[in-house]
């Protein structure tokens, strides 16, 4: 029996391990910014175009997007809403929004921008919750739709990013060839 695994063993070492060596450096990396282009770039780029339709940025629209309490205090008038802290916050967020995630499927800055978008997403998932009145549901519950588990698997995506960086397919590493 003890040879039985020891051969497995020694089969998976060979199999698995030599495709983990053939793909360090680039798989990780490159695949996890290439789910996050297919999921999450559609899904922020269409959020942040929100907060800056209309005639004035950050528009109405953000506010009730970011911070609703205050955007309904002062009537979704945003020239009545103080700069500081509400529009800085507002401004920051849309910012973000659209910065981020271009910089981690360029794979530039890739580490800092996982983890500004693992921080963005924390922020927002407590805005939805406590803001907008989202359920957020449950770990362990066989309910993959719900809102924690969703946001679990975005921010899964961005540690390995955050772990492993953007691989030798991105900026980050033309720019490291380069400095050496």
């Given at each position: ?53 209309g005639d004035s940025f950050p528009s109405a629209g953000a506010f009730a997007q970011i911070v609703p309490s205050i955007a309904d205090q002062y009537l979704y008038d945003t020239a009545a809403i103080p700069f500081f802290p509400w529009h800085i916050i507002v401004i920051a967020g849309t910012l973000a929004e659209f910065v981020l995630p ?79």
């Open positions: 029996m003890q040879t039985a695994i020891k051969r497995m063993s020694s089969l998976h070492a060979s199999l698995f391990g030599g495709l983990e060596a053939r793909t360090d450096g680039w798989f990780i990396g490159l695949s996890a910014r290439l789910w996050f282009a297919a999921i999450l770039l559609p899904y922020y780029f269409n959020s942040a175009m929100t907060k800056v339709a271009v910089l981690i499927v360029l794979g530039l800055f890739t580490r800092l921008g996982a983890l500004g978008m693992i921080g963005f997403i924390a922020v927002q998932t407590v805005v939805d919750i406590t803001a907008h009145g989202a359920a957020a549901g449950a770990l362990f519950d066989g309910l993959p739709d719900q809102l924690i588990n969703q946001r679990m698997l975005w921010i899964f995506v961005l540690l390995m990013l955050v772990i492993k960086g953007a691989g030798k397919f991105s900026l980050d590493h033309v720019l490291a060839r380069r400095a050496r």
